[in-house]
C-alpha cells in the first residue's frame, strides 16, 4: 500500500507520516512546495506520477480569524483545493481521508453533534472545511470524513505550546471557559487515521479525545502536569472578541468509532501529559 499525506509540515501529516512508516507502510508526506491544492493540474501530474492507494488530506487554510478576510483564498483552499484531490483520487480509485472540524456544526447547546447532525457553520473557515466534505461525498467513492476539534502536536503551534510560553512571564492567566469541547493530540489521531487506511469501513466519523473541557480547564490540567504554578482564571468568551465566531459548544459524540470497530482515542488528559513528555524529550 502507497499512501500520500497532505500537509507534511503541519501538526497532523508529520505524526501521520511518522506513524505509517512505523508501519512499514510506503508514505509520501508533501507540502505547498510540491504542488498547488488549487492547481488541478499540477496536483494531478504529481499525484499520478506516484499513484497512491489512499490520500490522507491533511493540509488546509486554519487561519480561522484572518479566513474572514481572506475568504476567497481560504474557500479555495478548503473547498476547490480538496475537489481536485478528491477528483484525482477517484480517478486513481484510491481511498480519501478527509480531515474535517467541529466548525461545521452551529457550535450552540450542549449536546454531543452526531455525525449525521445538522450543518450550520458560524464562519468562513466552517463554511470552507463543509464545502470540502460536501466534495468528498460528491466525488469519492471510497472515502473517509474525520471531524476533529482543539488540535495539539509536537510539529507546530498551538493552545498548549502558547500556555507553556506564557507561563514564563506570568504567574495568573485569564481563559476563556464558556468553550466546550475535546482536544485532539496528533500522535493519538495519526494511529486512528492510519488504521482507517488500511480499513475499508468508509463513512464520517468524529475522533478526539476522550472527555471535555472547556480552555480554562485546558490551561490548568496543563500547568499541574507541567508543574507550572499559574494561576487560570476563567472568564467569559466576551473577553476575548474574536474576528470569526467561536462555537460554545464543539462536543462531538464519538460512538460512530465504536460502532465501525476503531478504537476510541484515550482520555485527553492522559494524551497531555504524554505530549508534554514529547515536548520535553524534543527540547533535550
Given at each position: 500500500m502507497k499512501v500520500l499525506v497532505t500537509g507534511v509540515t503541519g501538526q497532523l501529516g508529520y505524526d501521520c507520516v511518522q506513524e505509517l512508516e512505523r508501519r512499514g507502510i510506503e508514505v509520501r508526506g508533501v507540502a505547498s512546495r510540491d504542488f498547488s491544492l488549487t492547481d488541478h493540474a499540477a496536483a494531478k501530474r504529481y499525484i499520478e506520477t506516484y499513484r497512491p492507494d489512499v490520500i490522507i488530506h491533511c493540509a488546509a487554510y486554519t487561519a480561522v480569524d484572518k479566513a474572514e478576510d481572506e475568504q476567497e483564498i481560504c474557500e479555495a483552499i478548503n473547498a476547490e483545493g480538496t475537489r481536485n484531490l478528491a477528483k484525482i483520487a477517484q480517478e486513481l480509485a484510491a481511498k480519501m481521508i478527509y480531515i474535517s472540524t467541529d466548525y461545521?456544526?452551529?457550535?450552540?447547546?450542549?449536546?454531543?453533534?452526531?455525525?449525521?447532525?445538522k450543518k450550520e457553520p458560524q464562519n468562513a473557515y466552517g463554511l470552507s472545511k463543509l464545502h470540502g466534505e460536501e466534495a468528498v461525498q460528491e466525488l469519492v467513492e471510497?472515502?473517509?470524513?474525520?471531524?476533529?476539534?482543539?488540535?495539539?502536536?509536537?510539529?507546530?503551534?498551538?493552545?498548549?505550546?502558547?500556555?507553556?510560553?506564557?507561563?514564563?512571564?506570568?504567574?495568573?492567566?485569564?481563559?476563556?471557559d464558556d468553550q466546550i469541547g475535546s482536544p485532539t493530540y496528533t500522535h493519538d489521531l495519526a494511529v486512528l487515521l492510519a488504521d482507517m487506511a488500511q480499513s475499508d469501513k468508509y463513512g464520517v466519523y468524529h475522533a478526539t479525545n476522550e472527555g471535555v473541557c472547556s480552555w480554562a480547564e485546558l490551561a490548568a490540567e496543563t500547568f499541574r502536569q507541567a508543574g507550572r504554578k499559574v494561576t487560570v482564571t476563567p472568564v467569559p468568551s466576551s473577553a476575548y472578541p474574536t474576528k470569526a465566531v467561536r462555537p460554545k459548544n464543539s462536543r462531538m459524540s464519538k460512538d460512530c468509532l465504536e460502532a465501525a470497530g476503531f478504537h476510541r482515542l484515550p482520555a485527553w488528559q492522559d494524551a497531555v501529559g504524554r505530549y508534554l513528555h514529547e515536548l520535553n524529550s524534543k527540547s533535550e
Open positions: 461545521v456544526f452551529p457550535g450552540d447547546g450542549e449536546r454531543f453533534y452526531e455525525p449525521a447532525d471510497k472515502y473517509f470524513i474525520v471531524r476533529i476539534s482543539w488540535v495539539f502536536g509536537i510539529n507546530g503551534r498551538n493552545f498548549i505550546r502558547t500556555m507553556l510560553k506564557l507561563a514564563e512571564t506570568h504567574d495568573t492567566l485569564t481563559v476563556v
